[in-house]
């Protein structure tokens, strides 16, 4: 493995552990009042957030922004990956084994 | 996956299984057409072949039907569904003995890259648009060489949107578990997608 991603692995991996502890503390604190969905979905915020000052801070760096570039442009390509058709007759043999009336 | 409440007009994914719970097949019916191709897809990428797939995509909601009476609704209807079906693959996987890898193995991603080669960027190459079928094709062919432990991460995180915790509810592993394998089932996808770019000669 590359250095450079040796870096980030440890670096990315040092900010989650942290975090991670953090929101538990939040959530101990203020569980009651909101919902478990709430404190997830600010985890996934702020956790993009974070992605995105390592990469500011990292930008400057030639080696890390070209890694930082390309991983953001990577998982970009995973969400929009292209769905997946289920094929006929494996649709209509699912719907035939549970008994359910197909209406498409 | 939060979609749950956001199906305009239709009813939600809990009175549909409220419904199934009571018995009416309709209503289970229409989550099975509501889910059926998400499942597929990740069964498809998890088995890497039509006939598992389809196999596991069965036993998923099969399994599901006979457990709707237990669902407390504790997470998602989608979450529980997803998990059912992670380990309907994991299960069939090790029976059919298709993957050695074990969960236990220590997680390690060297395949022998040329450290000394230096890092190129692709991200603006026009051939890495979203919509070029042949990078998808790849990243798809990528996604099935991934590592067990990376790849189902990756499907449930990056490809299906699931938030950390779900994906971590679903796999039953700490939330730095499942991002320590996200962030490393990230890193092998960049590196497949920069040797395919370096062996088109696009760099």
Known sequence: MMDLEKFYL?????????FEEEMEDVFADFGDFFGRDIFDEMEDFFNADIFEEMEDMVRKDSC??????TLRKTIDLCHEIDEMEVPEDVHENLFRILDIEIED | MREDNKNNGQPKDSELVLNAQKGS?????ELVKRYERKIYALTYRIMRNREDAADTLQETFMQAYNKIGTFEGKSGFSTWL??????TCLMKKRKKKLDTVSIDRPLRMDDGEDINREPVDWSNNPMAAIDNKEVKKKLDEAIAEMPEE???VVLLRDVDRLS??????ILNITVPNMKSRLHRGRLFLRRKLSEYFRSRGEL
């Open chain 2, 164 to 169: 950390s915790r779900e994906v971590a509810d």
């Open chain 2, 150 to 152: 990376f790849r189902t």
């Open chain 1, 64 to 69: 890390c922004s070209t890694l930082f570039n």
């Open chain 2, 25 to 29: 097949r309709q209503a289970f019916g």
């Open chain 1, 10 to 18: 440890r670096l990315s991996e040092y900010i989650d552990r942290k």
């Open chain 2, 82 to 87: 997803y998990r059912i079906a992670v380990n």
